[in-house]
């Protein structure tokens, strides 16, 4: 059996997390031996099988969770259905596809806890997709009422703000559209990206804190808080669990106590830990 997260270098957070809490963004990898790495993946992250992630939940005090998957398993989601399965009425999923799927592997996805199909725009991961088959697959899943998570680059958001406008069904962007913090929320970036959050069908992400600024992370929370005022009942927070492509060692216990400074009151921060992804994701009350 795979061994669970070491956690002695982690300390346990100061907040505690309300009940039915999400973690909207954490991955898993592998185990290899059992879900092998894709031939043509940009990145080899080390191992987090589901026993890792169940063991930092525990010691965050995480409820739910949504699993993403990411490029460096490709299409095969195999380890994210896994690990849903593991407690299906607690886990959802949010899948990458290729064009070998049908729509039977999509209703399969979909009974495995599937509700959204991730698409990457980010440079080092290989850039925007085909946009021809990315327009088809947003058609498809619209009868399944799943949504499209975007991975973009802040540089881009700009000239994919038409574009993301139109989009047929519901789309939530990843890490406040990694946005540099050091630029403030005046940096026309984030004046895009909070149009775009103020859309009945636009969700943000008020995750990747660690990605868009340096240790302890505060230069991301006027970012993030810009993000929650302006929408607050359609941001979502996740940990990014392991923190894959990433150069420095996190804590995730950092990430959580930033939580009052960008959701300052208890509603606050019940709609974006709780209330939001539960709408999102169909978790039972």
């Given amino acids: 059996m795979t061994p669970a997260l070491d956690l002695s270098a982690r300390r346990k957070p100061a907040v505690k997390l309300p009940p039915d809490a999400c973690d909207a963004h954490c991955h898993v990898f592998g185990p290899t031996a059992r879900f092998p790495y894709a031939p043509n993946r940009r990145y080899t992250p080390a191992e987090a099988p589901k026993e890792a992630l169940a063991a930092l939940h525990a010691h965050l005090g995480v409820s739910r969770a949504v699993i993403v ?19 299906p009425a607690r886990h959802r999923g949010v899948a990458i596809v290729d064009e070998s799927f049908t729509d039977g592997a999509l209703e399969a996805l979909h009974a495995g806890g599937v509700r959204g199909v991730r698409f990457n725009f980010v440079r080092h991961l290989g850039g925007a997709p085909d946009l021809t088959f990315f327009h ?20 881009d958001i700009a000239s994919l703000n038409d574009m993301i406008r139109r989009l047929p069904v519901p789309f939530v962007i990843d890490h406040m559209g990694r946005v540099d913090a050091a630029g403030g929320v005046d940096q026309p970036a984030f004046r895009t990206l909070l149009e775009l ?3 009945d069908n636009g969700w943000i992400k008020v995750s990747g804190a660690e990605r868009i600024s340096q240790y302890p992370y505060a230069a991301a929370i006027p970012i993030a808080r810009a993000l929650v005022k302006a929408s607050p009942g359609r941001v979502l927070w996740g940990t990014d669990f392991p923190h894959p492509n990433l150069a420095h060692a996190v804590d995730e216990a950092d990430l959580v106590d930033l939580l009052p400074r960008i959701a300052k009151t208890e509603e606050e921060r019940h709609r974006l830990l709780v209330a939001n992804p539960a709408a999102l994701y169909g978790f039972a009350d």
Avoid at 69 to 87: E, K, R, T, W, Y
Wanted: glycine content about 8%.
């Fill in 136 to 155: 088809r697959m947003l058609d498809r899943i619209k009868g399944l009422g799943w949504h499209v998570v975007l991975h973009l680059d802040a540089a």
């Fill in 197 to 199: 959050a103020r859309l």
């Fill in 69 to 87: 998957q990411a490029s460096c398993h490709g299409a095969d989601n195999a380890a994210m259905l896994d690990a849903i399965a593991s407690d």
